[in-house]
């Protein structure tokens, strides 16, 4: 059973981020990347099922050279392959050209995948719209935001998180499946696996080279404007004995907030 694993290099979550104003983008100069998170759980599934059912597990993503370091993460991790998709644009954040790429990946050079698992969302782009589309696409089921999966031979049952419950969904193979947090414990690299990783071969793949035509991946999104959000203002602190602070917090709520 081959399982694709699509990964993102992102802006480490405790990084503090610039927007440079003249490019309307994140200053990359100094700044902290890893595998995004919500894909780490996606590549220890990958890995516990190759445990259980056998095949092969590849890790894939499509950027440029500096994503090559999350792809050696992967196979520090346990992923049997990696493949970078080289991309020369930066961050886009127009999934649907992410998504094309993808599905034409998939379709030229993985056709008999089984299963495509991605994060749920990356932490960068943060839009929650590439496995979707990517199922769309390459027209084979799916199941988002996924906390449980059971695979069998050319079936797998996923359960999804919704509000207040779980959903049972019932795929045939092959499908996509995005993770969500608790569907398990991603592994730590060993010292083995890192050393390995860097004798690896990583192939890389050009976007002329899948036959996507200028057209289907120009960006259709633009970004108009890009700020940091609105430092907040410091929270009020009120003293006193009940009655007083309970005026107080009364009075605000009326005359300032406005909300009674």
């Known amino acids: 059973m081959d399982i694709l694993v699509f990964v993102k290099r992102v802006p480490d ?3 503090k ?12 100069e100094g700044l902290n990347f890893i595998l ?4 780490e759980y996606a590549l220890e599934e990958a890995l516990r099922i190759k445990a259980a059912k056998g095949g092969k597990v590849v890790a894939v993503t499509a950027g440029r050279e500096e994503s090559l370091v999350i792809l050696r993460k992967c196979l520090a991790m346990g992923a049997d392959e990696a493949v ?22 998939v379709q030229s050079k993985f056709p008999g995948a089984k299963l495509l698992l991605f994060g749920k969302q990356s932490v960068g ?16 089921g799916q199941a988002n935001v996924v906390v449980k999966i059971e695979v069998e031979e050319d079936m797998a049952t996923a359960y999804r998180e919704i509000e207040g419950a779980q959903e049972k969904v019932s795929l045939t193979l092959p499908a996509v499946v995005s ?5 398990n414990e991603p592994r730590y690299e060993t010292l083995k696996g890192i050393m390995m990783a860097k004798k690896k071969e990583i192939p890389v793949v050009s976007i002329e080279e899948l ?3 200028p057209e289907e991946v120009a960006p259709r999104l633009a970004i108009l404007k890009m700020d940091l959000p609105p430092v907040r203002k410091a ?26």
Do not use: C
């Not at 995004?36 to 894909?39: E, K, L, Q, T």
């Not at 993770?179 to 569907?183: C, D, I, P, S, T």
């Not at 009655?243 to 009075?251: K, L």
């Open 36 to 39: 995004s998170p919500y894909d």
């Open 211 to 213: 036959g996507l035509k």
């Open 17 to 28: 981020i610039r927007i440079d104003p003249a490019t309307n983008s994140v200053v990359e």
């Open 179 to 183: 993770a969500q947090k608790g569907l």
């Open 84 to 105: 970078l998709i080289k991309d020369p644009l930066p961050e886009t954040y127009d999934g649907l050209r992410t998504a094309r790429t993808i599905a034409r990946f």
């Open 13 to 15: 979550t405790e990084s």
């Open 235 to 260: 929270g009020r602190v009120v003293t006193g004995e009940a009655a007083e602070t309970a005026r107080q917090i009364v009075e605000y709520l009326h005359a300032e907030a406005k909300v009674i």
């Open 125 to 140: 782009a943060d839009n929650s719209q590439v496995p979707s589309m990517v199922a769309e696409l390459v027209g084979i």
